[in-house]
Each structure stands twice: as C-alpha cells, then as structure tokens.
C-alpha cells in the first residue's frame, strides 16, 4: 500500500552536513502516526536515532542531540534528517520508518552515509 524512498545518502569529511530525504508513495503521510530514522552499521544492531510524531513530538538518541534534526512536510509526503557536525561513528545505513496502525508499518531501502576523518 505504501512505499518509501530514500535519498540524500553519501560520503563527506567529519564535521559536514548531509539531508536524507524519505518520500511516501501511495499513503499520504498525514494520517500517520509515527515517522523515524534508523541506522544499522556493520555489525551492529539498528538502532533509532530520531522520530516525529503527527503531532510534532521529537526524540533523538543521546548520540545525535544538537546535531541532528527531524522534520516532515505532509503537503510533500517527506520527512526529512537533517545532520550537521557529522562524525565517523555516524557511517551507518539510515532507513526510514513510517507507521500508520500496527498493521501498516513500513521501512524504505537504506542510503548509506559515510563519514571519513
């Protein structure tokens, strides 16, 4: 019913900026409930690391505080992750999540972020 895709993923310097950028197709992005970003890195488990309610409620990791920010545009369809002050142990694969109901929980593809030192 719905499908993600993520874009914005790449390789930049410790200390640069990326925005990674997740479109819904298919389901306006209105009616849903909770929006986040994960990252996985090799190895690791995946973790959270910043979410967005319909309502406007953030969190991010305690990792990423200050640095990162969440956002949606619902007339777009999009949530976005804006990273500034990029580190290396931020070099990970970040997917989107979207939930709707329990039964309407959706993942797009990944974009790798690298960041070198």
């Known amino acids: 019913q719905v499908q993600l895709g993520e874009s914005g993923g790449g390789s930049v310097q410790t200390g640069g900026s990326l925005k990674l950028s997740c479109t819904a197709f298919?389901?306006?992005?209105?009616?849903?409930?909770?929006m986040g970003w994960y990252r996985q890195a090799p190895g690791k488990q995946r973790e959270l690391v910043a979410q967005?309610?319909?309502?406007?409620?953030?969190n991010y990791a305690d990792s990423v505080k200050g640095r990162f920010t969440i956002s949606r545009d619902n007339a777009k369809n999009a949530a976005y992750l804006q990273m500034n002050s990029l580190k290396p142990e931020d070099t990970a694969v970040y997917y989107c999540?979207?939930?709707?109901?329990?039964?309407?929980?959706?993942w797009g593809q990944g974009t790798q972020v690298t960041v070198s030192s």
């Open positions: 999540r979207l939930i709707i109901t329990f039964r309407e929980d959706y």
């Open positions: 967005v309610t319909s309502a406007g409620l953030t």
């Open positions: 298919g389901r306006s992005i209105f009616s849903g409930n909770f």
